[in-house]
């Protein structure tokens, strides 16, 4: 069985997280949208489970996955939404079916390419209404404010996919080729039409670069609303990104290296 269901694995952290990321005065998720994750030590990623509450989270609405079935899933191009489906059902317990989310996938994508702690997925309000527009695809190519550039690094985008198989095979890719340009995963992955993934080392990095793409979307739009943004200097970026007190900022940040 790739998914099991056993709350004695969930972590207090990843809890705690769930429930900051899920209140309701943030405007990052509403009702059942949006999961967490957290990598344990063996390798295998607690995720949350379908139809649970990120606000109400408690360890029970979590599901313990095995990340290798699932990357096989997401390469294999025969795979279909029933395969993904079996996969993530860890059974009946206490008369509740135990599912893992749907948005596994872009959960444990990341384990393929580096071991990454934590995973936070929300549809912050700002962010869609932004990945929702004629912008949505260029908006983030450029750095608009030395901050993002620090906290986020270099986002990557991912044009929309229907949430299951078809998003797993899409945003799989991207996270590839964005590896093998860039020689580290993405901090900040925006799916186009949907919401956005930030990937780090600790809980405070999780919540470090939701809070950062939300002020990154407010910003665009005040920008494109005045005529337009007018973005970084690309070389002044890189020499920044380049800067030690930059690295040093970034990795307390669970920003990467
Ligand atoms: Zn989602």
């Known amino acids: 069985m790739t998914a099991v269901w056993d709350p004695g694995l969930v972590g207090a952290e990843l809890v705690a997280l769930t429930r900051s990321l899920g209140e309701l005065s943030r405007d990052l998720v509403i009702l059942a949208e949006g999961n967490t994750s957290q990598r344990l030590p063996d390798g295998r990623v607690v995720v949350m489970a379908s139809g649970s509450n990120m606000r109400t989270a408690t360890a029970e609405d979590f599901v313990v996955v095995d990340v290798d079935p699932l990357v096989e899933l997401m390469r294999s ?14 059974g009946e317990h206490a008369g509740r079916r135990r599912r893992a989310s749907i948005e596994t996938l872009v959960h444990v994508a990341a384990q393929a390419f580096a071991p990454t702690e934590f995973v936070g997925h929300t549809h912050p309000t700002a962010v869609v209404g932004l990945l929702a527009s004629v912008h949505a695809a260029t908006a983030w190519d450029r750095h608009v404010y030395s901050d993002e550039a620090v ?32 020689g580290e995963l993405p901090t900040l992955v925006l799916l186009g039409n949907h919401g956005i993934v930030v990937n780090a080392p600790s809980p405070a990095g999780v919540e470090a670069g939701s809070e950062m793409a939300v002020k990154g979307a407010l910003v665009r739009v005040a920008a494109y609303s005045v005529g337009g943004v007018a973005p970084l200097d690309t070389a002044s970026v890189d020499k920044f990104f380049g800067r030690g007190d930059v690295i040093e900022r970034r990795a307390r940040l669970g920003g990467g290296g």
């Open 77 to 90: 191009p025969t795979a279909t939404q029933a395969d993904l489906t079996t996969a993530l059902d860890a």
């Open 151 to 182: 906290v986020i690094g270099r986002p990557l985008y991912v044009p929309y996919a229907t949430p299951g198989i078809d998003l797993g095979r899409v945003y799989f890719e991207a996270l590839r080729r964005h590896v093998d340009t860039h």
